[in-house]
Structures are given as structure tokens and as C-alpha cells.
């Protein structure tokens, strides 16, 4: 049985500017999954920069509110929602709230720094 808690993971700041904690990723555990989950983090009035990934990836908003904007196009989201990227989607998410935006990331297959590009 593998369990993780989230505090048992380093925290990192990604290329897009957020603050991720890696729970999930078959490289760096005996995993037979081909995605990868991470936790991610934005402060208030933040957002992150724009980029793109070579795969598909889900947020998952867990506490706060913002604005995802991919492809151009923008919604609100709030803890409940489910955002689907699709594969080199020009991505970014605005934290619209007062507190800490909290989401979880999925991507499949799992994330790779080199199937990512940081967009300017």
C-alpha cells in the first residue's frame, strides 16, 4: 500500500510560477499509474504564466476562486470544478480571491519538464 501525505513532499516552484508538491508520479515511486497528481498553490491576486504542455492535464479546484483562461477563452472557477486542458492548450489560471487558490493537478501521461513550454 502507498500513502503520501502532502506535507511529506517537497515544495517546488514551477516554471509557471506556482507552488507545486508532486503526490503521484510513476518515476519517482514503485507506481503502476502513467499520470502523475500534484498540489498546487497560487496567493491571492497572483497568476500563473501562460504555458503549454505536449499533454492533457485536469485541475481540480480544491479552496478559493479564480479564473482559468485556456486558449483565449476564460471561466470562473470555484472548489468543485473539474477544468480539462487539452494538449498544447495555451494555459494559465488567475487567483480572483482573497485567500490562497489550492487545486490539484493531473496530467497524462505523467508530467515531464521537457513536455512543457513556459510562454511569454
Known amino acids: ?8 513532499c517537497p515544495e517546488f516552484v514551477a516554471g509557471d510560477g506556482s507552488v507545486l508538491r508532486e ?10 499509474i502513467g499520470y502523475s497528481l500534484a ?3 497560487v496567493k491571492a491576486g497572483k ?8 499533454t492533457a ?5 480544491l479552496k478559493g476562486k479564480g479564473l482559468m ?9 470555484v472548489p468543485g470544478c473539474a477544468i480539462y486542458i487539452p494538449p498544447r492548450a495555451r494555459q494559465y489560471i488567475k487567483n480572483t480571491g482573497r485567500q490562497t487558490l ?10 515531464r519538464k521537457e513536455d512543457e513550454e513556459v510562454l511569454k
Open 102 to 111: 489550492l487545486f490539484l493537478c493531473i496530467v497524462d501521461p505523467a508530467w
Open 47 to 54: 497568476i500563473t504564466t501562460p504555458h503549454r504542455l505536449k
Open 69 to 77: 483562461y485556456i486558449n483565449g477563452k476564460s471561466r470562473p472557477v
Open 1 to 8: 500500500m502507498f500513502v503520501r501525505q502532502l506535507e511529506q
Open 23 to 32: 503526490l503521484l508520479h510513476p518515476d519517482k515511486a514503485d507506481l503502476s
Open 57 to 61: 492535464e485536469v485541475y481540480y479546484i
Open 39 to 41: 498540489h498546487a498553490a
